[in-house]
């Protein structure tokens, strides 16, 4: 299973970015999980934002209302739209994946992506 990441880079206070992340290989894409998560420099990873199977989103408290997390089955693909982004969202971002297959659960993850947020 691969992940890719993409869209990333440097962007200014107030600016917005759509992070993508193409999912290939043996992987049920509908009936995973999909997440985004995210590492600033010398900080824990942590959850940015999640999408279920069904449909149904969830995200960390300072994202609400400002970034949207999306899934496309048909093309197989995980979408982070970041709006108004702020310094403090200047992270490494990755894309996950978890699945569930005969009671056990797989986690797979993307190389991560840059956003830098800066003047």
């Known amino acids: 299973v691969q992940l890719q990441a993409s869209g990333g880079g440097l962007v200014q206070p107030g600016g917005s970015l759509n992070l993508s992340c193409a999912v290939s290989?043996?992987?049920?894409?509908?009936?995973?999980?999909a997440a985004w998560y995210r590492q600033a420099p010398g900080k824990q990873r942590e959850l940015a934002a999640r999408?279920?199977?069904?449909?149904?989103?969830d995200y960390a408290d300072s994202e609400k209302g400002r970034f949207t997390i999306s899934r496309d089955s048909a093309k197989s693909t995980v979408s982070l739209l970041m709006n108004r982004l702020k310094p403090e969202d200047t992270a490494v971002y990755y894309c996950?994946?978890?699945?569930?297959?005969?009671?056990?659960?797989?986690?797979?993850w993307g190389q991560g992506t840059q956003v830098t947020v800066s003047s």
């Open positions: 996950n994946m978890e699945e569930v297959r005969a009671m056990q659960k797989y986690d797979y």
């Open positions: 290989g043996s992987i049920m894409f509908t009936t995973s999980d």
């Open positions: 999408i279920l199977s069904f449909g149904k989103a």
